[in-house]
Each structure stands twice: as structure tokens, then as C-alpha cells.
T-cell receptor, first 113, second 109 residues
Framework: DAGVTQSPTHLIKTRGQQVTLRCSPKSGHDTVSWYQQALGQGPQFIFQ???????QRGNFPDRFSGHQFPNYSSELNVNALLLGDSALYLC????????????FGPGTRLTVT | GEDVEQSLFLSVREGDSSVINCTYT??????LYWYKQEPGAGLQLLTYIFSNMDMKQDQRLTVLLNKKDKHLSLRIADTQTGDSAIYFC?????????FGTGTRLQVFP
């Protein structure tokens, strides 16, 4: 039973560029949440997707957007990258009926230069 | 507002018990969690407790919740070198998790 997978593992981008990160949820899960973890900090909630719609959003600007596909996988897009966007981006999946159990993927390390 | 606080660092000898503490501010928290993060890795869900419980035990892990004081603790019995990691406390009352800044546990021989 595959857990949560994310791609790519590492990514280096330049300021002003755009990036897309991908997440496949754990088998049987239908809800995907994205978190940003800056170095030395705890993860911060970006947004959550269920039934292909954004259901909740944290305190992140509109440069951060996402999408969920019919197979429940999800993408996180960040436009106009800033140096401060450098972080570990974590995806978590859960089942709507058991939403209190969130399982995390290994993350994508984004470095903006 | 929502805030979760943890001490930054804990050092214990192998075989001893570790106790990691956490305080939170949201009195409407429904679930409280402990996650473990090893270097360069994602978060591993260790355990969670529903807010109407005051204790939960799972093998070497014991979670204590004092809802009146909004205090959560994680006790690891017989701590091993493989337990060295960062431990995050988190709370939720909706589907989003609010995390603390993490406690780095170092286990020495």
C-alpha cells in the first residue's frame, strides 16, 4: 500500500519564476492538504482540496494556487517566486470520513535563488 | 488566535524516559497530535488524542492532555537513539493542523 508520494524531491528556481509541485495521496484517501515548512519552523497550512475544490485556505497570498484531479492527486503552483518561498513543501492526505488522520509525504525541497 | 508552543531542545540518555511538552491556546481544539520528523524527511504521525480524553497509551508512547491548562505532553519510555528527531505538537478543530515549532530530541549513549 503506497503512502503519500510527492515529486520532485528537490527543485531550484530563480526569483520571478513559477513552479508546480505534485502529490499523490495515500490509497483510499480523497482529501489533500498542502503545508509550507520554512527552515527551523513548524509546517504552515496553505490550503486543502476535496472534490476538486479548495475547501480551506491559510494565510498565503494568491500567488499560491492549487488543483485537485479526479484521481485525487493534487498540484501546488507558486507564481512570481520570492526568496522567502524557499522551504520544504509537504503534502498530507486524509479520508473525508476520517479527516483527523492526516498522513504526510516526504516533501519537496524548493530553493529560490 | 491559534498558537502552539514547545520547548526547543531536549537531551536524554539512552534507556531513560523522555517527556516533551506543548501548550496551545485554542480551547475549541478537537484533536491534538504528535508528529516525528527525521532529518530531511516528512512528518510521521506518531499518535493523536481526542480532546475529551486525558490519556492515551500506545506501546512506548503515552500522551497526557490537561484540557483546563491547554497542556499536552508526550512521554517516550526506554528512549533509543533511533528516537532522535524533531517532535511536533499540533492541534486542529477543523481539517487544518496548527503546528508548534518543534522540539529537537537528542538521545546520547
Amino acid at each position: 500500500d503506497a503512502g503519500v508520494t510527492q515529486s520532485p524531491t528537490h527543485l531550484i528556481k530563480t526569483r520571478g519564476q513559477q513552479v508546480t509541485l505534485r502529490c499523490s495521496p495515500k490509497s483510499g484517501h480523497d482529501t489533500v492538504s498542502w503545508y509550507q515548512q520554512a527552515l527551523g519552523q513548524g509546517p504552515q497550512f496553505i490550503f486543502q482540496y476535496y472534490e476538486e475544490e479548495e475547501r480551506q485556505r491559510g494565510n498565503f497570498p494568491d500567488r499560491f494556487s492549487g488543483h485537485q484531479f479526479p484521481n485525487y492527486s493534487s498540484e501546488l503552483n507558486v507564481n512570481a517566486l520570492l526568496l522567502g518561498d524557499s522551504a520544504l513543501y509537504l503534502c498530507a492526505s486524509s479520508s473525508r470520513g476520517v479527516s483527523y488522520e492526516q498522513y504526510f509525504g516526504p516533501g519537496t525541497r524548493l530553493t529560490v535563488t | 488566535g491559534e498558537d502552539v508552543e514547545q520547548s526547543l531542545f531536549l537531551s536524554v540518555r539512552e534507556g531513560d524516559s523522555s517527556v516533551i511538552n506543548c501548550t496551545y491556546t485554542d480551547s475549541s481544539s478537537t484533536y491534538l497530535y504528535w508528529y516525528k520528523q527525521e532529518p530531511g524527511a516528512g512528518l510521521q504521525l506518531l499518535t493523536y488524542i481526542f480532546s475529551n480524553m486525558d490519556m492515551k497509551q500506545d506501546q512506548r508512547l503515552t500522551v497526557l492532555l490537561n484540557k483546563k491548562d491547554k497542556h499536552l505532553s508526550l512521554r517516550i519510555a526506554d528512549t533509543q537513539t533511533g528516537d532522535s528527531a524533531i517532535y511536533f505538537c499540533a492541534e486542529s478543530n477543523t481539517d487544518k493542523l496548527i503546528f508548534g515549532t518543534g522540539t529537537r530530541l537528542q538521545v546520547f549513549p
